[in-house]
């Protein structure tokens, strides 16, 4: 049977997203995190449609907008990366979600500015874009609470072929990222860089979630799932300023075999890293509440991040909620098709950018 999926292609700080509307089947669930669950077991051969070769490449990312669970949402979305990560929240894909969602009219346009709500697998996003000409200019959400655990703190990671443990932090901020400081590992976070960030991050990574698993208190979400690799942080009279760059994962690492140990980098500064990292700034007192942080991406696109509220009780765990601020625009408006007779019905990698 043949299948065509209408989205909208955007990109936030330069990370793209394909915002699916139409064309795939009805997703149950009684919750956002039953409908999450149902697509992960009964249509992953979508995720690998779009993002896979030849229709996707290693960056990029599917957002399918469903009915709301949660009745003061106006849409749902599930998140669907590479190598079947499906993220409880996305900064940049919920910014590209939100301006394609406008843009389009499925959301009704005013101006100057547009509040909603969408419905995440982590829980209901508050949504404030500014508009102007039926444009989005800006998109700041809401976050999910994020938070570090002092039992996550000050990790020591025995990573194979580095010289000396790592030591890092593992923060929610709607994934659980593994923090850890770039120049304690001799790593300097430039573009030509790349390839050896990817190497070192992804280890980094799939050791800490080795060493040290972790779950969130409320609901099951295992983790580390993905990695921050932080610049010095430096204080402002606004609150302070951060280069950072996410690592993520585009394949299954094997230790035996050097060549799985691949990644890709986030070429946006990543929303829900931007909270994570917050939630690990606030921890060692850098930041505090109603600060704000500038964070800036490996490409020098920025997000503003900041604390709204730092005393909130998740399931026992005192978190801080964040408000995220940025920008996306629609590069294509696309209808993807996948022909009965085509060979290639679920995408393929192949080593050379994978």
């Not at 996550?152 to 025995?158: F, G, P, V």
């Not at 208190?217 to 942080?233: H, N, R, S, T």
């Not at 503003?304 to 509220?309: H, K, L, P």
Request: proline share 6%.
């Amino acid at each position: 049977m043949s299948l065509e999926l209408t989205t909208i292609d955007c990109h936030c700080g330069g990370e793209p997203a394909r915002i699916v509307t139409a064309g795939f089947p009805t997703i149950t669930g009684d919750t956002m995190l039953e409908k999450r669950s149902y697509f992960m077991e009964y249509h992953d051969d979508l995720r690998k449609l779009l993002l896979l070769e030849p229709r996707g490449y290693p960056c990029q990312n599917a957002d399918f907008v469903v009915e709301a669970c949660d009745p003061t949402c106006a849409y749902g979305v599930i998140v669907a990366e590479q190598n079947k990560v499906y993220p409880g929240m996305s900064g940049h894909n919920c910014i590209c979600t939100a301006t394609a969602l406008v843009e389009s009219g499925m959301i009704p346009y005013q101006e100057p500015v547009l509040e909603f709500k969408l419905d995440f697998p982590a829980g209901p996003v508050h949504i404030k874009c500014t508009t102007q000409n039926k444009k989005v200019t800006s998109v700041q959400l809401t976050n999910v609470p994020s938070f570090l655990r002092p039992e996550d703190a000050n990790l020591k990671i025995t990573v194979p072929t580095l010289p000396t443990p790592v030591t890092c932090d593992v923060a929610w901020g709607g994934m659980f990222y593994c923090i850890v400081d770039a120049s304690s590992i001799g790593l300097e976070l430039k573009p030509e860089n790349g390839s050896e960030i990817c190497r070192i991050g992804e280890m980094i990574k799939v050791a800490c979630k080795e060493q040290h698993p972790v779950n969130h208190p409320l609901f099951d979400y295992p983790g580390c799932d993905i990695l921050v690799f932080k610049g010095e942080f430096n204080e402002t009279e606004e609150g302070g300023e951060i280069n950072n760059t996410v690592v993520m994962s585009n394949n299954v690492l094997i230790w035996s075999k050097p060549e799985t140990h691949t990644a890709m980098l986030d070429r946006s500064p990543c929303g829900t890293g931007t909270s994570a990292l917050l939630a690990h700034l606030h921890f060692h007192k850098k930041i505090k509440l109603n600060d704000k942080l500038t964070n800036t991406s490996i490409v020098s696109s920025k997000f503003i991040g900041e604390i709204v509220e730092d005393n909130v009780d998740v399931g026992g765990v005192q978190s801080i909620v964040t408000k995220i601020k940025g920008r996306a625009w629609i590069t294509q408006y696309c209808r993807v098709v996948r022909d009965p007779s085509d060979l290639f019905q679920e995408g393929f990698k192949v080593g050379d950018i994978w």
